[in-house]
């Protein structure tokens, strides 16, 4: 299995502020990776994928770079809306797995 | 538009079966497999297995392999996860999620069903 690590685990931030989360793979999995965003209560939504094409509908504030074991989530300047949890999820074999997630919050 | 709608919460006892169901509503699912994804309380996201609504072509992450069956019916757009015996560590929030092919990202997630088993 391919294993997810995600850091940090959890950050306070302010509006206004750049966040970054990164991801990292216990092998290459080329660009066969996805972000998601969970608020609470809510079902995960896809946010990026094939490691940097932003789903339709998400806001430009969010980007995804990286390919082989090392990818990084960036939102550019944090709005109040963004405060919730990401989590990283690879589709590159099975099983898939996903990160243990960043929880964004509110400093 | 395209939605994935869940079966209702369950509480249900150590011991009982139960079988949920994801149902694409706005279009057909036949060209898409259905994830299904454990969240338990307070916790992660965990991939639990996929199916090809086409063909039922099943995959099973080993974690799950032998604890849920998932399947699907074509005919009617819809996929399921079932339990034999449920056991008090089912306790969670289960979604289901689509995606096209094998690379690809999970689009469109339902709303989630909890299922809760205490005696």
């Known amino acids: 299995d391919i294993q997810m690590t995600q850091s940090p685990s959890s950050l306070s931030v302010s509006v206004g502020d750049r966040v970054t989360i990164t991801c990292r793979t216990s092998q290459s999995i080329s660009t066969y990776l996805n972000w998601y965003q969970q608020k609470p209560g809510k079902a995960p939504q896809l946010l990026i994928y094939?490691?940097?094409s932003l789903q339709s509908g998400v806001p430009s504030r969010f980007s995804g770079s990286g390919s082989g074991t090392d990818f990084t989530l960036t939102i550019s300047t944090l709005q109040p809306e963004d405060f919730a949890t990401y989590y990283c999820q690879q589709s590159y074999s099975i099983p898939l797995t996903f990160g243990g997630g960043t929880k964004v919050e509110i400093k | 538009d395209v939605q994935l709608v869940q079966s209702g919460a369950e509480v249900k006892k150590p011991g009982e079966s139960l079988k949920i169901s994801c149902k694409g509503s706005?279009?057909?699912?036949?060209?898409?497999?259905i994830g299904w994804v454990r969240q338990m309380p307070g916790k992660g996201l965990e991939w639990m297995g996929i199916?090809?609504?086409?063909?039922?072509?099943?995959r099973y992450s080993p974690s799950f392999q032998g604890q849920v069956t998932i399947s699907a019916d074509k005919s009617i757009s819809t996929a399921y996860l079932q339990w034999s015996s449920l056991k008090a560590s089912d306790t969670a929030m289960y979604y289901c999620a689509r995606f096209l092919q094998l690379g690809d990202g999970f689009d469109i997630w339902g709303q989630g069903t909890m299922i809760t088993v205490s005696s």
């Open positions: 706005g279009d057909s699912l036949t060209n898409y497999w």
């Open positions: 094939a490691a940097s």
């Open positions: 199916v090809d609504i086409g063909d039922s072509d099943t």
